[in-house]
């Protein structure tokens, strides 16, 4: 390099390009291996695995795992998704959505719902705690002690919730928890009540209630979008702090566990903030239409 800087100045102090082993993997072998992974399957599987791609194509597996790095394909994944048909799906996905970004003035928006069948699971031996290098660790099997319902009704606005738990899942529950709603409210707010298409929600005495209540409004989200429903997140995390990795010897314990961890939360609340416009919704909507057409469905 020495002398190259002083025969050629600066631009001696830059490598020339250099020989090196010839390329073995061509772009035809390349687009050969994505084309299989996108629009083939293996016959004796549902997905293709390095191994198998390796066999069909004649390239080593560290090539495969190479060239979907690269291509950012990952066969061994999956993803689920539910589709909605339901006929006023547009118009309630504007509602709600309505609802969460522009609330009316005035008036109090509850996202309202059951986390239902919720087991008290006791550990059949102690857990055994947190170490340096070991995370905690807990048997696979347990013994049952009942199911109970947590109750749940959360304020869009403060992320306050009013809460409880029932033995039961009826709509003679529902309507006592719709009672307590009411006794917790400022009688001179309008009250809008997002809720699920779950049949207790829709009996003749629920209906008569609201009724007779008449300053409150019920949306309903659309069928098999139970995530349009904020307080889904807050069931999601009692789901994650109380119930996955809790030992209950007995039910009072379970729900005592759940409706603390509300109370805790109540006391410095954060709301859930909504994000995603109607648009953005209904687009992502439109598009997946496009593409489950596309493939024949």
């Given at each position: ?5 002083r ?27 994505i084309t299989?992974?996108?629009e ?5 599987s ?19 795992v190479?060239i ?6 990952q ?12 006929p ?6 504007r ?8 609330p009316?003035?005035?008036a ?6 059951e ?14 705690p947190l170490a340096?290098?070991v995370?905690a ?21 403060s992320g306050?919730?009013i ?11 529902f ?16 009250v809008h009540l ?14 008569s ?5 008449p300053?409150y ?7 098999s ?8 997140r ?6 994650e702090?109380?119930?996955?990795r809790?030992?209950?010897t ?8 759940m409706l ?13 903030i ?10 992502k909507v439109e598009?997946?239409c ?8």
């Open positions: 390099m020495a002398e190259r800087f025969l050629q100045r600066l631009e001696g102090l830059f490598d020339e390009p250099r020989p090196g082993a010839p390329r073995t993997i061509t772009d035809a072998h390349v687009e050969n291996v299989k992974t996108l083939t399957m293996p016959s004796n549902t997905h293709w695995s390095t191994r198998l791609m390796a066999a069909e194509t004649g390239l080593t597996q560290n090539a495969i190479r979907w790095h690269t291509f950012g394909l066969p061994h994944r999956v993803e689920n998704f539910k589709f909605s048909k339901d006023q799906l547009v118009e309630k996905v509602d709600i959505v309505g609802l969460y970004m522009n009316p003035d005035h109090i928006v509850l996202c309202v719902d986390k239902s069948q919720v087991q008290a699971l006791n550990r059949t031996q102690p857990i055994l340096p290098g995370p660790r807990q048997s696979h099997d347990y013994e049952r002690h009942g199911v109970t319902s947590l109750f749940a009704a959360m304020d869009v606005a306050i919730t809460s409880n738990c029932y033995r039961r899942h009826r709509h003679q529950e309507l006592r928890f719709l009672k307590e709603i009411d006794a917790s409210l400022p009688g001179e707010f309008d997002v809720m699920d298409n779950y049949g207790t929600h829709k009996v003749a005495k629920v209906r209630w609201l009724a007779r209540h300053r409004h019920v949306h309903y989200t659309p069928t979008a139970s995530w349009l429903n904020l307080v889904e807050l069931f999601a995390e009692v789901t702090r109380c119930v996955r809790g030992s209950h007995a039910l009072s314990s379970l729900e005592k566990s603390d961890y509300v109370d805790n939360r109540n006391r410095d609340p954060k709301p859930f909504w994000t995603a416009s109607a648009d953005l919704i209904l687009g598009r997946l496009k593409r489950i057409s596309r493939s024949g469905h």
